[in-house]
């Protein structure tokens, strides 16, 4: 199957979760609006997604997938990868229920050191209420990860990026009935409470699709007594560099979290519904991307292949790139009227959708360095090296941290948003600069020249929004479908005129596209 194929797949499924997330927040938006209740909300669940990503996604997978993978395709088969999953999941449960309980006595302390001024009490009794009860969404989501990894192993992409949209759907039939039992405007908390109940629920339902998948697949995970073998202990060895490099985009998202309760009015809940647009791209190309070349790059790698894996790093580039830029362009001159047409409504007003949207213009100017990083990261995963990584992540933590410390006063909100994206480009140039010390990787020419002609492209695109984005300001005040069929209107004119420049300036290699659909690209 072909790289453009495994990204289709998961990019495609990757968007449903995506448009369901839009859906989910604009709800969220309208039902909860942007105040006391929706801060404590949104920074009780980045705790639990902060953990994560940290051991879950991050780390684990980066470690778990080519040491299953080299099993399963080995001499032992299937019967030595399901016996090494099942020595990992001996290991990883327990550790896990651990951690959870840990997490959940210690939650006043956690919430107390994201705020580090005083806070509200109702405010700071919500967030630990809202931490605790959504914590344990972590050890249910780790599980899952795990599962995924191993069918990601056989290039079974679909489950492991559908799993999102329970998680979606869940929180969208919470927040809808609890809008209708919870109507006044006095029961904002308690709807509140009624979602994070809600969050645990769908990890139960999440991990049971992805127990369905991997017993279909073969794979039988079995619970036993906790036995740290020499293959478990390297995964351990491998993953913990992986999990500290985690550590520092997780640290980021906490450091982040800290300076916005630092400033007045609803800064967290405007950043997190700028992120959501801002992620929109991100997760349909980034993580798309990285996921699928993973696998083959390690397979490259391991057979000394190296104009194969610098062939399969140059495609995701270029095709990360031509998806990204115009999103960042689109994002950048049209974040107001795009926030605006989204989520204005109910209890989020003008106010909050004009804040959320010059934060998203800010936000999104690191956009095409975020999908960089993901593309580039799996090059050291592949050679088992989890360590770079580690440097390049707490470098651009560095100049975030300083960044804020010297123009949050200033810049407020739009400081954190930039200092966000300054930093992505850095990790971005660390990355890539010791790819090519190393021979690893070099950027060619055509690719270069490919991506300029993208950026032309882009501008054109930028160009035509500019001139048409006052066209959505009549639509402010229309309802829902309306603005959302203006909406798709202009994207897809957008989609046109930057499509149609690609191809005649020729930022789209007709050839390679061609090549990346078969079978044995």
Not at 3 to 23: E, F, N, P
Not at 179 to 186: G, P, R
Request: one cysteine or more.
């Amino acid at each position: 199957m072909s790289l453009l194929k495994h990204v289709g797949t998961i990019g495609g499924l990757t968007m449903v979760s995506r448009v369901l997330g839009m859906a989910r927040e604009m709800i969220f938006a309208r039902v909860l609006g942007a105040n006391e209740v929706t801060d404590a909300w949104f920074q009780a669940f980045i705790i639990p997604n902060v953990f994560r990503r940290l051991f879950a996604e991050g780390a684990f997978s980066a470690a778990f997938v080519p040491m299953f993978s080299k099993r399963l395709h080995g001499e032992g088969g299937i019967e030595a990868a399901r016996s090494f999953s099942d020595d990992v999941l001996s290991v990883f449960l327990p550790v896990l229920v651990v951690l959870t309980a840990l997490l959940e006595i210690a939650m006043p302390g956690v919430i107390w050191l994201l705020a580090d001024k005083p806070v509200d009490a109702a405010e700071f009794a919500y967030s630990v209420s809202f931490a605790r009860i959504m914590f344990p969404y972590i050890l249910l989501i780790s599980l899952v990860t795990l599962l995924t990894g191993m069918l990601n192993s056989v290039s079974r992409f679909a489950p492991g990026a559908s799993f999102p949209v329970i998680l979606n759907l869940v929180l969208i039939a919470a927040l809808l009935a609890a809008e209708a039992l919870f109507a006044s405007d006095a029961a904002v908390e308690e709807i509140g409470y009624a979602i994070a109940w809600a969050v645990p629920a769908a990890g139960v339902l999440q991990l049971g699709w992805l127990w369905y998948w991997a017993r279909k697949a073969g794979f039988r995970p079995r619970f036993r007594l906790p036995r740290l073998t020499p293959e478990v202990r390297r995964l351990g060895i491998i993953a913990l560099p992986a999990a500290i490099g985690g550590g520092a985009y997780q640290i980021n998202t906490l450091v982040q979290v800290y300076f916005l309760n630092q400033l007045e009015g609803s800064a967290v809940s405007w950043m997190n519904y700028a992120d959501r647009l801002n992620q929109l791209p991100l997760g349909i190309i980034g993580i798309a991307l990285s996921t699928a070349i993973l696998p083959t790059l390690s397979r490259f790698v391991g057979s000394d292949n190296h104009e194969g894996a610098a062939r399969v790093q140059s495609d995701a580039i270029e095709l990360g790139m031509l998806l990204t830029l115009p999103a960042t362009v689109a994002l950048a001159i049209c974040g107001i009227p795009f926030v605006t047409m989204i989520f204005q409504g109910g209890r989020f007003d003008l106010a909050d959708a004009a804040a959320t949207g010059q934060v998203l213009t800010a936000l999104v100017m690191g956009l095409p360095a975020y999908v960089l990083v993901k593309v580039l990261v799996p090059n050291f995963y592949a050679r088992s090296d989890t360590r770079t990584p580690v440097y390049a992540a707490f470098a651009a933590l560095a100049v975030f941290i300083l960044c804020n410390v010297l123009f949050l006063e200033r810049f407020g909100v739009l400081g954190v948003a930039g200092a966000s994206a300054l930093g992505a480009w850095l990790n971005a140039a660390i990355l890539y600069a010791v790819l090519v010390a190393r021979g690893h990787y070099r950027g060619n020419w055509r690719l270069l020249g490919r991506i300029a002609r993208q950026l032309i492209a882009a501008a054109a695109m930028g160009a035509a929004l500019w001139q048409a984005s006052d066209l959505l300001t009549d639509y402010y005040s229309a309802g829902l479908l309306a603005r959302l069929f203006a909406l798709a209107v202009l994207v897809l004119c957008a989609a046109i005129v930057y499509f149609g420049m690609a191809f005649l300036v020729g930022a789209i290699d007709r050839q390679r596209v061609a090549a990346l659909t078969k079978k044995k690209a």
